[in-house]
């Protein structure tokens, strides 16, 4: 079983959707990461938190310590979301230092 | 806004030889990672960097891999004897500080995509 599980997979909407994408986590973390992963393959970062609620723009994440479950929202959706969106946990290691386990990713297309 | 660069974003190599891979990460940077994602699959990490030496590292990390700060600016993946499983796409990051409790993220650079024929 992965230590990061996101849901939907895939998901396609219509242009104006709200958008959620779930990532549950079985590890303990420090933090979470949220990334968008354009076809190219480069990644960008878009939101980290350890608790409660980040906005930026039309995103929003949140994250739910107690349940190991984060949310991110994308509130009237457009094409140009479209990516993959990846839910990345840190978590402590051996050495003092951290790591990223990734999930899976959601692959997210937005029609027109 | 500064960034984390690699080159070459496509690097195609025969099976059995050695490969580089480049990263500049960001300058007041201290720690420093590889990632791989192989294609369709989710990104794996790889090792972690500090103080020149190596502070963590996963299972895929083994003896044909290295890593080194060979001057201030740059970190570099070597791979020795590269295999057809090697390819993927290649993602080096940068953090400010690496401590469980600090709120720096990692910084990632576009990748090298890494052929092996």
């Known amino acids: 079983k992965n230590e990061v599980e996101q849901s939907p997979q895939n998901l396609t909407a219509q242009e104006g959707e709200f958008i959620t994408i779930n990532c549950s986590y079985s590890?303990?973390?420090?933090?979470l990461h949220w990334l968008q992963q354009h076809p190219g393959g480069g990644i960008v970062s878009l939101f980290m938190?350890?608790?409660g609620k980040k906005k930026h723009g039309r995103l929003i994440a949140t994250i739910n310590i107690q349940e190991k479950h984060s949310s991110l929202h994308i509130t009237a959706s457009h094409p140009r979301d479209s990516a993959v969106y990846i839910c990345?946990?840190?978590?402590?290691?051996?050495?003092?230092?951290?790591?990223?386990?990734f999930g899976t990713g959601t692959r997210l297309k937005v029609l027109a | 806004e500064p960034e984390v660069t690699q080159t070459p974003s496509h690097q195609v190599t025969q099976m059995g030889q050695e490969v580089i891979l480049r990263c500049v990460p960001i300058?007041?940077?201290?720690?420093f990672y590889w990632y791989r994602q192989i294609l369709g699959q989710k990104v794996e990490f790889l090792v972690s960097?500090?103080?020149?030496?190596?502070?963590?590292k996963s299972e895929i990390f083994d003896d044909q891999f290295s890593v080194e700060r060979p001057d201030g600016s740059n970190f570099t993946l070597k791979i020795r004897s590269t295999k057809l499983e090697d390819s993927a796409m290649y993602f080096c990051?940068?953090?400010?500080?690496?401590?469980?409790?600090?709120?720096?993220?990692?910084?990632f650079g576009d990748g090298t995509r890494l052929s092996i024929l």
């Open positions: 590890v303990g973390i420090s933090a």
């Open positions: 990345a946990v840190r978590s402590g290691t051996t050495s003092g230092t951290y790591k990223y386990i």
């Open positions: 960097f500090y103080n020149n030496e190596i502070s963590e």
């Open positions: 990051a940068s953090s400010e500080r690496g401590s469980l409790m600090s709120n720096q993220p990692q910084h």
């Open positions: 300058s007041n940077h201290l720690y």
């Open positions: 938190l350890s608790s």
